[in-house]
């Protein structure tokens, strides 16, 4: 290759290197491939632990800065005939070729190819699936959805399906929120962390929207398995923390908060997190309602909620529908729909809300009269009163 080739390559290897410096996170491996004539000479390149790209060429392995490894490949570059370079992240794949005639990049995104979708995997339902089963196969081996050999387990069918329906359901709320930073999703009671992890694939690899999740959860246990499933996915733009999200304190804008399954006055934690945090956007999906059922009475339903079933039913109804009042209250635009059908389980709406910025008093008014009429006070206002003023725990409260 001649001097005139080098020189541009240089050029385009400074873009290069500032890409691997803003998205780090997702990157996955550097490949080389050095012609002369008839023989091929490979070198390859992946982040480790230490933040150093592990680079093996003709057999030596170094540990290597990003902008050093660049340096050596255009050194050596200068032997050869041709060089090939492909550079790729999550989704997202750069093709350098440089020889005497001149240097080209190209920028290739990693689509779904309908064609190479298996039948055992492609006829789950007759729908288009947002997260394509052989496209994520890797993300639905580590979460347990699909087997070994490719296939979609036959029981977790029914959780594919409620996942790539969560994913349908926020897709548009996420493609509105798109923007030049780093999008900052916390994950409230985060579990083993299944929900996030499908959702940093399809905004990473799908969407190409720049994010990094935080997971907070109380158990240890749940916190070390998904930092497990995380190294084998290689989703460095995540973090895990065993705590109460009472006690994160972090500077970083939150954007989003989720919220999924969290049992009773946990989702009201979530919900006050978000308001405190001034969330862009908040979502959960309630699991157990047993705060207010303890509590609530009301004399005009007397005949009706000695019926325990109806009365039970009629506190799921009243916290959700008090938990969206309060989130208007707040200056957020509430949705409350069908997360899934409610033959697959009755715990089956989702709690949407998209902050405004503008409190609605109205909201306020009508959350007010039902805490009065039914003499009771909800979890989600104690929880707020404890971030915003630092009070004692609910339990002292209560």
Do not use: W
Not at 135 to 150: H, P, R, W, Y
Not at 235 to 260: C, G, P, Q, T, W
Not at 330 to 355: C, D, Q
Request: neutral net charge; glycine residues 6%.
């Amino acid at each position: 290759m001649n001097k005139s080739s080098a020189d541009k390559l240089s050029f385009f290897f400074m873009g290069l290197e500032n890409r691997f410096l803003e998205n780090r996170d997702i990157f996955v491996e550097v490949d080389v491939r050095f012609k002369a004539g008839l023989k091929t000479f490979k070198g390859h390149g992946v982040l480790n632990e230490t933040d150093m790209i592990s680079y093996n060429y003709n057999g030596v392995t170094k540990l290597l800065s990003f902008n050093k490894v660049l340096e050596d490949i255009r050194k050596e570059a200068l032997k050869y005939d041709e060089l090939l370079l492909t550079y790729k992240e999550r989704g997202t794949r750069l093709l350098i070729s440089a020889n005497r005639k001149g240097v080209t990049m190209n920028t290739e995104e990693l689509k779904y190819d309908a064609k190479e979708e298996k039948k055992d995997t492609s006829t789950l339902l007759s729908r288009d699936y947002f997260i394509k089963a052989t496209e994520a196969s890797s993300l639905l081996k580590a979460i347990g959805i699909m087997s070994k050999d490719g296939k979609v387990k036959n029981d977790k069918i029914r959780k594919y399906n409620q996942i790539d329906h969560y994913v349908e359901l926020l897709d548009k709320n996420f493609e509105s929120m798109k923007r030049q930073g780093t999008l900052y999703i916390m994950d409230v009671g985060c579990g083993k962390s299944y929900l996030s992890f499908v959702l940093n694939y399809y905004l990473t690899e799908v969407k190409k929207i720049k994010c990094h999740f935080i997971g907070i959860d109380i158990s240890p246990q749940v916190i070390e398995t998904s930092r497990e499933i995380q190294k084998q996915l290689g989703y460095r733009n995540m973090e895990f923390h065993a705590m109460d999200v009472k006690d994160f304190k972090d500077d970083r804008k939150i954007d989003v908060v989720l919220s999924l399954h969290a049992c009773d006055t946990a989702t009201d934690m979530a919900l006050a997190f978000g308001v405190y945090k001034e969330a862009d956007f908040i979502v959960a999906v309630p699991c157990c309602h047993k705060e207010m059922l303890k509590t609530y009475s009301y004399k005009p339903f007397e005949g009706i909620m000695k019926h325990g079933i109806l009365k039970a039913r009629l506190a799921d109804t009243l916290t959700d529908g008090l938990r969206g009042l309060m989130l208007e209250e707040h200056g957020y635009e509430v949705s409350i729909v069908e997360y899934i059908s409610p033959l697959e389980t009755p715990k089956n709406l989702m709690i949407r809300a998209y902050r405004t910025g503008t409190p609605n008093e109205a909201s306020k008014e009508n959350a007010e009269q039902l805490i009065r009429a039914f003499s009771i006070y909800p979890a989600f206002r104690y929880y707020l009163d404890q971030y915003t003023y630092g009070l004692g725990g609910l339990d002292g409260l209560l």
